[in-house]
């Protein structure tokens, strides 16, 4: 009877150690995923919380002089303390997305061209401009009633559209 129980005993302990080897790395392995997605969601909200944008102008300009609007311009500034890409930047035209990658775009720092970039720094301006001809929007450009322009992490702004057609202003 001695050696069966001592038998038993180690075998027993034998599947203990190997149970808990084979467990010990899943439960790390899955402590570690909770703990990396925790960070990443603390990260987006504080990114989220430094982001800020306005729109400071969204009209309507006609260049042909015809009374026809023919363009729409929408200035948005980067109020937060992060820095944006412009192309992933979005604009909702009456509901209807509009690719900034596809519209002309310029950043303005203080009223400067800050040439051709993708970047969109504190207290710079995004110019986007839709073009009627450009096919960026169902129906005509001068239908345009309200805009609003989506940063990549979903921060965002919204506007009517003024309708100055006044030329290019």
Known sequence: MGVSVSASTAII???????????????ENGFERVTDAQHDVNERALERHNTAVEIGT??????SDDGDPDRLVVEVTNDGATGLVVS???????????????AETAVFDR????????????DETLEITVDDGDDLIDGDVADVDRVVVVTEIGVRDASVVDDTTGGDA
């Open 88 to 102: 992933d930047t979005t604009l909702v035209v009456d509901n209807e997305y509009v690719d900034v990658a596809d």
């Open 13 to 27: 302990v034998a599947g203990l150690f190997f149970a808990f080897t084979a467990f010990y790395p899943v439960a």
């Open 111 to 122: 009223g400067e061209a800050t040439g051709t970039t993708d970047l969109w720094l504190t």
């Open 58 to 63: 969204a009209e309507l300009r006609d260049d």
